[in-house]
């Protein structure tokens, strides 16, 4: 599956996911390619969905060398990790958890061979996905801090986003043609 076969599998209600799509895998002001098809490719494995990610690394393989797209996997396994264990921290608001060292093996986030900003930018928008609030002021913070534009910031949120949300409609739009039901809580 390829970007146009991505769009046009969409149903007419999400039409504006077809548009938002375009927009965000379009040419982008002030993000370069790696990271935005860095943080595409990372996203697209974080929704767990099939034809997105079939659809966005066919199209990465094009724009990032083999270590860039190695690192955005990285991202996405690692942060998928991550974001469990410090999302369940964080919701637990327990000082005491966040003093004892996480005693999770990370080192292919020091061993990928992509840029290190782009590699923080695309573990905030796999945050983003996961829902881990913690890990994502860590990622912006350290984006900040590495001069990376609010902009771009902003830009992997946008990605992180529209494939979520197509995914999501793909799924439901799956389900439903199987012959699932849905019912409505009463």
């Known amino acids: ?3 146009e076969q991505l769009r046009d599998v969409l149903p007419d209600y999400a039409k504006d996911l077809r548009l938002n799509l375009g927009s965000v895998l379009g040419e982008i002001p002030g993000m370069t390619a ?7 490719l990372a996203v697209a494995i974080a929704t767990r969905n099939a034809q997105v990610q079939q ?8 724009r990032l060398s083999a270590e860039e797209q190695n690192a955005a996997r990285i991202a996405a396994a690692i942060m998928a990790m991550n974001n469990i264990y410090y999302r369940s921290l964080h919701l637990l608001e327990n000082e005491n958890y966040l003093k004892s060292p996480a005693g999770l093996r990370m080192n292919a986030m020091a061993q990928h061979q992509a840029s290190k900003v782009d590699f923080e930018l695309w573990a905030l ?27 771009v910031i902003r830009m992997a949120f946008r990605i992180a986003a529209v494939l ?17 039901t849905l019912t409505r809580a009463a």
């Open 55 to 62: 659809a966005i690394a066919a199209e990465a393989a094009t």
């Open 164 to 180: 979520q949300a197509v995914a999501v409609t793909l799924e439901a739009e799956a389900a439903i043609s199987s012959g699932a």
């Open 125 to 151: 928008a796999v945050s983003a996905v996961n829902g881990c609030g913690m890990c994502i002021q860590s990622h912006q913070k350290k984006l900040v801090s590495e001069g990376v534009s609010d902009d």
């Open 34 to 40: 790696s990271q935005q098809w860095g943080t595409a």
């Open 1 to 3: 599956m390829n970007l």
